[in-house]
């Protein structure tokens, strides 16, 4: 039996750590053990057993607390794709372990507080007047401290989520204390069952039933009784409580022995899971081929990315549906991954009605239980389906034979955060490693794909027509320039678009407006010192919210009152300028007083059943009209829906990113794409104030082929990716004066360093220069991957020599975003 074991644990270091394994304890590789980590107790996976004691003292090594997984987790294939995506994104093994195994509800984290006899001197000391205590202290601080100090001298240990709770304090306020030795904290943390359980009454078998034991029973106990016979014996206590009875009932029917309370695992049931018109298997020619294709590529049991390029409306869903039908028969196993948690439920339906309970979700908008169980339904072989969003691509489904991304050129598929991967990317290299088939699909996919079906490392299959030949909308371009010019001020909604609307509406035909901005207003503005107002933890102007009201920002969600007067000369002439969908709904309200008016943004949307009880209220005709950000746009197939109307979308073309041509053609014609889909033609309007620009002009003409060719040529002689691969190296932190001396550093490292093939821009100010408290500044570095890579390994190692701390610094390989 080994006598040590590596571990990789969920820190920004990036090496694994050894421990000693006991006598009594079996790790497996793959698996999960509870190990010391500082003062902390931290849950790690397993990479390596051996004899090999670290080159430590042997009172530092530390032993393994407990194993808590009998047989791996992870099966050798994803171990794999861990270290591919590790090492690829440049991030600690352990980060990349945590988003594999969505698991956090198995262990609990937390700490426990005592008073020390420090605290106990300072509690005393406290209630002294004019002691130094007190005179070092705000008045807030010295309520807060004092109330803690004095919740702690009346109790032992107490858990740090019942001391917040009591006495209302921070986690700030509890660091302080710590760090004056005034209280001391434990780890404190636990394994715990995740499975999600609900109690449920029984009918005792052995209770007399009916109405011979009524008269002994009064009349509370007796509805308890008869609603446990009609429901077959067994109910949810839930249930119970809701009528009209006491809560202790219940349990005075345990105690008389006639009913027991038990623990039964909670059922997941996918949300509003809605049949299917069989007519979507009903396939045509291209289809036919699409789903061909992909089929040969199941069974000949090798790696294959196909890209579906198929205009919007033209059956992709279909193709995956009937290609993941085929693997299900077959034995095998499939992944569908969708951009937006708002997508999943949709998805989750059409898949649930073919493959009912095969199918599994997995998803941010889980609670921590039900991703638990979700993801061990998978690991036990339970479901062979599995849909959800980026972190899908790591199930750990048995089989895979086929691997779908959905919208594969949407940025969501981009993770923000360590590890930075893209999910599109890791769901080509897991197919790699699992000898599947991968299919990428898109109405407009992404220039990176695209380039790759192009040159052959990619297979191209198009459809080219909507389902039963239905035409593509019309587009007009509306020039919001002659308007301006026409209407004497800025205008909202051109003449055209107010004209096709109400017209639409008379027909009793719904529409969809596009307004890719939140809130109502974008800037307040003092019109005296043409000052606006700035969120004071980034270096944006604030949103202004109408309906709240409030001032938002929309980065760091910090929030405050609408000013009175301008913060910077007391002038009460404070204007709001710019327009949010929030505007554009009351707008409509104004312009069509009896029209049924839905908005569909992230004020709006915000728990994960939200999207889709909008989308049915749209499906059912209870909208007339949709406005809304970007989440109107996104795979929504509505029949009645002939008009689409594009307010504000363009704005990001002026944004300093390379990729604002490609996101505003793509934006474009995916909500393009959600007019007539049904059997009335649709119609799209689009107001710009850039009616020139190549994006604006292939967007009208549906041309995805065109805008490519021409978007593609500015890339090449640019050297931008996908001729290229590109990173984006971030400092960051909170004294600016720190945050100039690393980038100094790192600039003359640069300089004075033979970078091979590698080209490296900046340093400059980051585009969004302050971003949650943080200062940012940013190199772009750019240059054949290998070399690239290369370079950036050899930056990380100048950095730790400049004591540049890790988490200070961002290296986002492949970035999708410059801001």
Known sequence: MPTFCDVALPVPIEQVFTYRIAENQSPVIGGRVLVPFGPRKMVGVVTALHDNAPNLPAKSIKNVLTVMDASPLLDETLRKLALWTAEYYLAPLGEVFRSMLPLSAEFKQSWAYRITEAGHNALFESAGIGSSLRSRLTPEEQDKEYEVLDYLANSDAVRESTLRSSTGTSLNILTSLVRKKWISRADDSEIRDAARTMRVAVLDNAAPSGSGDAPRLNHNQQTVMLALTASGGRMPVDELNK????????????KRGLIRIEDEARAFHLVNARKLPQAVFELNVEQKCAVDHTLRAVADKQFSVTLLHGVTGSGKTACYLSAMRRVLEDGGSAIMLVPEIGLTPAAAAHLHAVFGEEVALLHSGLSDKERAEQWRRIHRGEAHIVVGTRSAVFAPVRGLALIVVDEEQDGSYKQEETPRYNARDLAVMRGKLSRAAVVLGSATPSLESFHNASNGKYKLINLTERVEQRGLPEVEVVDMREEFLSAGSEVL????????????????????????????????????????VQCRNCALAMTHHKGSPRLECHFCGYRCRVPEECPKCQSDHIFF??????????????AFPTARIGRMDRDTIRGRHDFERMLDRLNSGEIDLLVGTQMVAKGHDIHGVTLV??????????????????RTFQLLTQVAGRAGRGTTPGRVILQTWHPDHYAIQFAKQHDFTGFAQKELQFRRWMNYPPFTSLANVLLRGEKLELVLRWVGKLEQWVKHTTLDGVR?????????????????????????????????????LAAEKYEIPRTNMIVDMDAQSLL
């Open 243 to 254: 009528l009209a009875i006491p809560r202790s009932t219940p349990q005075t029917l345990v």
């Open 493 to 532: 909604f051109s003449r055209a678009l107010l004209e096709e609307t109400g017209t639409r509406l008379a027909r009793g035909e719904q529409a969809i407006l596009l307004m890719n901005r939140r809130g109502y207003s974008s800037v307040v503005l003092c019109r005296a010192c043409g000052e606006t």
């Open 577 to 590: 300028l710019g327009s949010g969908s929030e505007k554009v709904e009351d707008r409509l309200h104004a």
């Open 645 to 662: 109307g594009v307010v504000g979308a363009d704005h990001a073309l002026s944004f300093p990113d390379f990729r604002s041509a490609e």
């Open 760 to 796: 490296s821009l900046g340093p400059a100010s980051a585009p969004l220069s302050k971003l949650k408290n943080d200062y940012r500044y940013h190199f772009v570095m750019r240059g054949p991957r290998t070399k690239l890579h290369v370079a950036l390994r050899a930056m990380l």
